[in-house]
């Protein structure tokens, strides 16, 4: 920058981004402060350890986590896209495996309003909406209740 500050870092290996003990890539807010990072293998966004993107907003608070293996969103056990509110609550969250949407036990996305109520929830297995029972779509009022739903088996809508 012109302030003298440093604008982003970049690592590569062999013309692709890459860095084992860090992240392959930094960007930098006018004020030194971390915009975001990075995190790659052999040109692919991955990490085992944690997200392989972190966004932080101008204020400092971290704005949203993604986490990727090989290149596709993954995570095990929690969300694999998480995007936080300034007060460190959770706005949205997504769960992948393999990167497809899927979540065995509980709604694949999430989103919630300000006030921490469900604003969206939405089931998938494999990559497609489904839920044997109930509404594999769920959209909710502010006051938790419910504004409509949809069904789908292995993605397709039931009537």
Known sequence: YKNGFVESEHYYVNGKYHREDG????QYYEDASVEREFYSLNGKKHREDGPAIIKFSEDGYIYSKEYYIN????RENGPAFIKYNKDASIELEEYYINGKLHRENG????????NGHIAYDAYYINGKAHKEEGSAKIWYNEDNSIESEEYYIHGVEQN
């Open 107 to 114: 709604p694949a996305i999430s989103s919630y309003y300000e």
């Open 71 to 74: 290149g596709k969103s993954h």
């Open 23 to 26: 992240p392959s890539y930094t």
